[in-house]
C-alpha cells in the first residue's frame, strides 16, 4: 500500500500520461485526486524552468495535461486538467532550517470539462 509523507496509509498514486509541453511520467503520491493535480501541475512549470529540453515553453501561462491514477487496485481513470501559472504580487519567504525559501507563483489547477478537448486527445 502506498503511504503519504504524513504516515497515512490511504493514499493514492498518479502519474502524468499526457501533457502540452509534451512530458510523461513522474509519480505523485496524494490522498485524493485534486492534490496530485496540483503537485503535477507545479512540477510541469519546474520542468520548463530548469529542463533545457522543455525551455521553448517558457512563455505559456497554461498547460493541459492528462492524469492518470496508478494505485493498485484501482479503475486507473485519467482525468485532464489544466494548470495555470500566476505571479505573486510579492514573493512568500519562510525558512525550512537553515534554508530560505522564496516562492513567486501560484498555480490554479482546473478539471477540464471537456475531457475530449481536441488538445487532450493529441496527447
Known amino acids: 500500500m502506498v503511504k503519504c509523507?504524513?504516515?497515512?496509509a490511504s493514499c493514492r498514486s498518479f502519474k502524468i500520461i499526457?501533457?502540452?509541453?509534451?512530458?510523461?511520467?513522474?509519480?505523485?503520491?496524494?490522498?485524493?485526486?485534486?492534490?496530485?493535480?496540483h503537485r503535477a501541475g507545479s512540477k510541469?512549470?519546474?520542468?520548463?524552468?530548469k529542463d533545457?529540453?522543455?525551455?521553448?515553453?517558457?512563455?505559456?501561462?497554461?498547460?493541459k495535461?492528462?492524469?492518470?491514477?496508478?494505485?493498485?487496485?484501482?479503475?486507473k481513470k485519467n482525468v485532464a486538467y489544466e494548470v495555470k501559472q500566476m505571479k505573486l504580487d510579492k514573493p512568500l519567504e519562510f525558512k525550512r532550517g537553515d534554508v530560505t525559501i522564496v516562492v513567486k507563483y501560484k498555480y490554479v489547477v482546473n478539471k477540464l470539462v471537456n475531457q475530449s478537448d481536441a488538445e487532450v486527445m493529441n496527447m
Open 5 to 8: 509523507s504524513n504516515g497515512n
Open 65 to 75: 495535461f492528462i492524469l492518470s491514477e496508478t494505485t493498485k487496485g484501482s479503475p
Open 18 to 37: 499526457g501533457s502540452g509541453i509534451g512530458f510523461k511520467g513522474g509519480r505523485y503520491v496524494a490522498e485524493n485526486r485534486n492534490i496530485a493535480a
Open 52 to 63: 533545457p529540453e522543455f525551455s521553448k515553453y517558457k512563455n505559456k501561462t497554461t498547460i
Open 44 to 49: 510541469l512549470f519546474q520542468k520548463i524552468m
